[in-house]
């Protein structure tokens, strides 16, 4: 019986990390989050050095950079909305 008890928990903490890993895998983008093409809603650039320390990468996101920062392309704007 503690066999199956050991083997039961092992499972259980085996499974429990594995689950935690996969949550909190968010590749390039350090603490998690999306960042959706043509909205910048929610979004601070800094979290996602990926995409806005490049300015290629950000302008197929939709995003051209500003004197004032990161906004919308013009072209997105009009959009879906």
């Given at each position: ?47 996602h ?5 490049n ?27």
């Open positions: 019986m503690l066999n199956k008890t050991k083997i039961a928990l092992a499972a259980a903490l085996i499974i429990g990390t594995a689950s935690v890993a996969l949550a909190s895998d968010s590749g390039s983008e350090p603490s998690g989050g999306h960042v959706m093409p043509g909205s910048l809603e929610g979004v601070n650039p800094v979290d050095p990926g995409i806005f320390r300015a290629t990468t950000a302008k197929s996101y939709g995003f051209v950079e500003t004197a004032h920062g990161w906004a919308v392309a013009p072209a997105q704007t009009s959009q879906g909305r």
